[in-house]
């Protein structure tokens, strides 16, 4: 059944005729007319005797009218209610984001996310393992330098590098470009013996002679700050070491990371998802360096 049909008739039933429920609704009465024989046609009955100054329902019409009037109305508010929600940022939203990132910056950041959007619960999962949005329902993932993936969208937000950094008393070693020198470095597991540092526009390159393997960044970092030797970082850790003089920069090494907040279709984007991506943007006016916040 057609509910917009059923919605004309009931139009019409309530204003008596064609032509005053065609002026209270500004539609015309050929397709107010017309809607009501297609209901008629699709329920096979008649449903309203036309008069040629009135109109009165059959009994199948105050039947139909009965029993589907009040439905139609809790019809019309569920629509009126979700299109509300379409434009006002609720419901749950599950972020997905590396453990890094999560640590240094996403608390913070969905706390203030809430204060503007109070009626959005939100679930962070601070997980290094690549998630997949539609199996595992996620609205959003925080990747960086994110493989191409035509089934999602999104934006860079954000921008990192990694840092050799040192503690202040270890002075750093001179040279030239064929030269490789040794030094006493604090790494993590993935480190592979043998594996050698250049740094960009720096010389020599080094020799990393591992005297810590920790899992994670922010013991590495700590541990180069009490002074166990030196160890690539990414910048976003040890902005306020390096300010401080606590660490101090040797260069840095390859490119910088580009941090991007993803989701899975610009199409009839959710207001809570559109509304997440634009406040992280915000964030970092024009792609930012990545900092705790």
Not at 47 to 76: C, D, I, K, N
Not at 165 to 172: E, N, Q, R, T, Y
Request: hydrophobic share 45%.
């Amino acid at each position: 059944m057609d509910l917009n049909a059923l919605d004309d008739f009931q139009l019409v039933a309530a204003h008596g005729g064609f032509g005053r429920a065609s002026r209270a609704s500004g539609r015309s009465k050929a397709t107010l007319s017309r809607r009501v024989t297609e209901l008629e046609e699709a329920l096979g009955v008649r449903l309203v005797e036309r008069g040629a100054r009135s109109l009165q329902l059959t009994e199948a019409g105050q039947q139909l009218l009965a029993r589907t009037e009040g439905p139609m109305y809790e019809v019309a508010d569920a629509i009126a209610a979700v299109r509300e929600g379409v434009a006002t940022p609720r419901g749950n939203l599950r972020i997905a984001a590396p453990s890094l990132f999560g640590q240094l910056a996403l608390g913070t950041l969905v706390a203030r996310f809430r204060t503007l959007y109070p009626d959005v619960e939100i679930e962070v999962v601070a997980d290094d393992r690549r998630v997949n949005l539609v199996e595992e329902q996620f609205d959003i993932a925080i990747r960086i330098d994110p493989d191409p993936d035509t089934a999602l969208v999104g934006r860079c937000f954000a921008r990192d590098r990694l840092v050799l950094a040192a503690p202040p008393l270890l002075a750093p070693p001179s040279g030239d470009l064929d030269e490789v020198v040794p030094v006493p470095a604090v790494v993590m597991p993935s480190y592979r013996e043998g594996d050698i540092w250049t740094l960009r526009d720096r010389a020599p390159r080094l020799l990393p002679r591992p005297v810590l393997r920790l899992s994670s960044l922010l013991m590495v970092r700590d541990a180069i700050v009490a002074g166990a030797g030196v160890g690539l970082v990414p910048q976003s850790i040890i902005g306020g070491q390096l300010q401080r003089g606590e660490l101090v920069s040797w260069g840095t090494r390859g490119g910088d990371v580009a941090l991007w907040v993803l989701h899975t279709s610009r199409r009839l984007q959710s207001p809570k998802v559109r509304a997440f991506v634009e406040f992280l943007c915000d964030q970092y006016p024009d792609k930012a360096f990545l900092a705790s916040v």
